[in-house]
């Protein structure tokens, strides 16, 4: 695969557009994810949608809960949802573009924070579950209103995210305050009348799915047919209804008779993105199934196996483990399926299954650090990889806070640095080399200076234009592609 | 962060990482350290062996939680299985087997009842360490000349055990049965079967224990990895308890006593 070696070399041309340019990415703005943005937000209505950046520059508060553990834009781009391991979830909206402001195209603020989930107690394994938000998808727009799902370990939730900014006065029976009054003192009748008022952002849970899980909920993946969706755990699928939380189907079980013979688990799932009685799940072994929900209630037979033959050149005892898959999406077309495992991303046409049509390197420099990696647990990191909105470029994260794209046409790739001491505000960023062996030139990192603390696990991807959002640590960057 | 680590997690990555007892370096290591490597080269079956150990060692760890990560306990049970196989195959069980060092890990390793006898044994002014076998593979190291940050690793070792294996001396040659024995106890704990024994193992962690393995999985230098915050709490249960807490369980260690004997 052919690196940007020329120093010269800007980062690749990563369009959705055809007929693009070469385009080069610049941060747009950083927002910190923490609790002060949640008190900003509690205490100050609608000054909180136009936070000063500079205002957020101390990040010494972050603590665990502040982690970012998920990222997802809504289907227009609108919005931007982050859930971290306190169980919040901070929504970020788009600054409407006007004439004069040009430059904040992409600029995104807090639009609303609420306490999806709290930490609970499973009174009867005595166990502690955790509040960690492990995945927000949203669904279609039908109304004003906007919805989402959120879980952590064991239960979904269905939130509504929807906008007040008029409330009526003037009714005969009740007071300002609500208060009944006295009929004795009704005199006169009146129309009631709607007032503006400050804009409120309210967040309210309107179905919660629990309690059908036994395993770590791993995924979720709204159905194409808008009524349905699923929910993944290690082990088994289920398949709820939107407006049923009292019971769902089991449509894919893995778990052996014998948990003795247990060698295998669901590490992803997701619905096709249009035909609504195709699935796909990806297992430990590096294998995805397809599974065609018309052929039989329970999918345990799949349709499909996608599986490529192992290298034996490469084969050591940490190849299942680097093998094992951490992320499956399908192409917005319904055409591919992507999947990242621990050293590459792998795109699968669904009309192949032998092999995958494209397999790109994120970090083979890796490859010899393995046995450190199975030490110090990195290697069970599960990265994420994201499209762009016309399936043309794929981007997923590394560590170092780097992250790679790929451009499936041109076969460039880049890679790129999350960071707020590297690149400046509006300053193209520059792409990053990892030096392997031999001489390290001027501005390459070498592998053994990577920190591995910082991973880039979760990233997004607008739907429709050149602007991404990359997750690192307790801080969102918002990137976008330059434009002349 | 990795120039801190030791040699001979370098050797492990080269073994490991470049296809099976591969022992030719490529051009991408630079040429001081695949000089270093090529001078203090152990044994293939000796850096499996350290392999398998920290395996064991990470599925004891996942043993500890009331609901461990699924997904990376299986990977790591399959990674020990497939080091099994590899060993039965080419003969290397048998030959562990008969010098008795490699079974008694792997006893030691999966049961969690080590903890307990250890914290015991120094309540009665002993000191023995937990990972006596492992000591020896590096004193085997040692007697293969090793760079020295190795064997200063080897020697604190080999000091704080002047009295001998009191392990292998309670485990005859056994068959390899016990293995699979041992492997079914840790798939049985990822059911969450006794969640409230989680406690007594933590409780009785001992500091010996905590160092040992700090040094057996070289993680000093890594200390954001979700696993070392396991440790670190091991570390920071045990100066609050004491070692009367072993007290409590001591019919418990009995019957593992019993077990060991019989086994």
Not at chain 1, 326 to 332: G, P, T
């Amino acid at each position: 695969l052919g690196l940007c070696c020329a120093p010269s070399c800007y980062p690749v041309p990563l369009s959705s557009e055809a007929g693009g340019g070469e385009r080069s990415w610049i941060l747009v703005c950083w927002l910190l994810v923490s609790t002060q943005v949640t008190l900003l937000s509690m205490e100050e209505d609608i000054d909180t949608r136009k936070i000063n950046n500079s205002f957020l520059r101390d990040h010494s508060y972050a603590t665990e809960a502040d982690i970012i553990s998920t990222v997802e834009f809504n289907h227009t781009g609108e919005l931007l949802a982050t859930g971290d391991k306190g169980g919040r979830v901070v929504i970020f909206q788009r600054e409407q573009e006007s004439k004069n402001q040009l430059h904040r195209r992409g600029e995104y603020n807090v639009y609303s924070t609420f306490q999806s989930h709290e930490p609970e107690f499973d009174y009867l394994k005595s166990l502690e579950i955790e509040e960690k938000i492990n995945k927000i998808r949203w669904l279609p727009q039908q109304n004003a209103a906007y919805f989402l799902l959120s879980t952590n370990d064991k239960t979904v939730k269905l939130w509504k995210v929807s906008e007040r900014d008029k409330r009526p006065e003037g009714y005969n029976l009740k007071d300002e305050d609500g208060r009944l009054r006295d009929p004795a003192t009704i005199t006169t009748l009146r129309v009631p009348v709607l007032r503006p008022m400050d804009l409120m952002v309210e967040a309210t849970p309107r179905r919660v799915f629990a309690n059908a899980h036994t395993y770590h909920i791993n995924s979720i993946s709204v159905n194409s047919d808008y009524e349905t969706y699923m929910s993944a755990d290690d082990l088994r699928i289920n398949l709820w209804n939107f407006e049923i939380t009292n019971q769902s189907f089991n449509i894919v079980d893995i778990k052996p008779a014998n948990m003795e013979e247990l060698t295998e688990v669901i590490t992803a799932a997701e619905f096709h993105p249009l035909h609504c009685n195709t699935f796909v799940y990806s297992s430990s072994k590096g294998t995805i199934r397809l599974c065609d929900m018309r052929a039989s209630a329970l999918c345990d037979r799949h349709t499909k196996f996608f599986e490529e033959p192992e290298d034996p050149s490469n084969r050591s005892f940490f190849s299942e483990i680097i093998s094992s898959i951490s992320d499956v999406k399908f192409s917005h077309s319904g055409r591919y399926i992507m999947t990242r495992d621990y050293l590459t991303v792998k795109v699968w046409d669904l009309n192949m299954e032998n092999r995958p049509i494209e397999t790109y390197q994120v970090h083979d420099y890796l490859r010899s650090k393995l046995c450190s990696l199975y030490e110090n647990d990195c290697i069970f990191d599960k990265f994420e990889c994201v499209w762009n909105g016309s399936d043309s470029v794929i981007m997923t994260g590394s560590y170092n806070n780097f992250f790679r794209m790929f451009d499936r046409n041109t076969k460039r790739d880049v890679t790129l640095e999350a960071s707020r001491e590297n690149s400046k505000p509006r300053a193209i960023l520059k792409p990053r080399k990892v030096c392997v062996g031999g001489k390290r030139r001027k501005d390459e990192i070498s592998v053994d200076s990577l920190d591995f603390s910082k991973k880039i696990l979760h990233t997004a991807w607008h739907p429709s234009e050149n602007i991404i959002a990359v997750a690192a640590t307790n801080n969102l960057y918002i990137f976008q592609d330059k434009v002349n | 962060m990795w120039e801190e680590d030791s040699s001979q997690k370098h050797l492990l990555d080269t073994m490991f990482a470049r296809g099976i007892k591969r022992k030719c370096f490529d051009g991408e290591e630079d040429i001081e350290s695949t000089l270093a490597g090529f001078k203090a080269i152990p044994s293939y079956n000796l850096q499996r062996q350290s392999l398998l150990d920290m395996s064991l060692i990470k599925l004891q760890l996942c043993h500890m939680l009331v609901e461990p990560n699924l997904c990376r306990s299986v990977l790591i049970a399959n990674t020990v299985r497939q080091i099994q196989e590899e060993m039965t195959q080419d003969g290397t069980w048998q030959v562990i087997n008969a010098q008795n060092t490699g079974q008694a890990s792997l006893d030691r390793l999966v049961s969690s009842d080590i903890l307990c006898r250890s914290t015991k044994e120094q309540s009665d002014g002993k000191l023995i360490p937990s990972y006596s076998s492992f000591s020896k593979d590096f004193e085997d190291i040692q007697s293969q000349d090793i760079i020295s940050d190795l064997s200063t690793v080897t020697s604190v070792q080999a000091s704080r055990n002047p009295q001998g294996n009191v392990w292998e001396m309670e485990n005859p040659p056994e068959n390899r049965g016990n293995f699979q024995k041992s492997l079914d106890q840790i798939f049985e704990t990822l059911e969450n079967k006794n969640p409230n024994s989680v406690e007594d193992l933590f409780s009785d962690v001992d500091n010996s224990y905590y160092d040992l393995d700090t040094v057996l999985t070289g993680m000093m230098s890594n200390t954001k990895m979700g696993h070392c915050d396991v440790l670190e709490s091991f570390s920071s249960q045990t100066t609050t308890n004491s070692n009367s807490n072993c007290k409590s369980d001591i019919n418990e260690l009995d019957h593992i006593v019993e077990i060991l004997v019989e086994s």
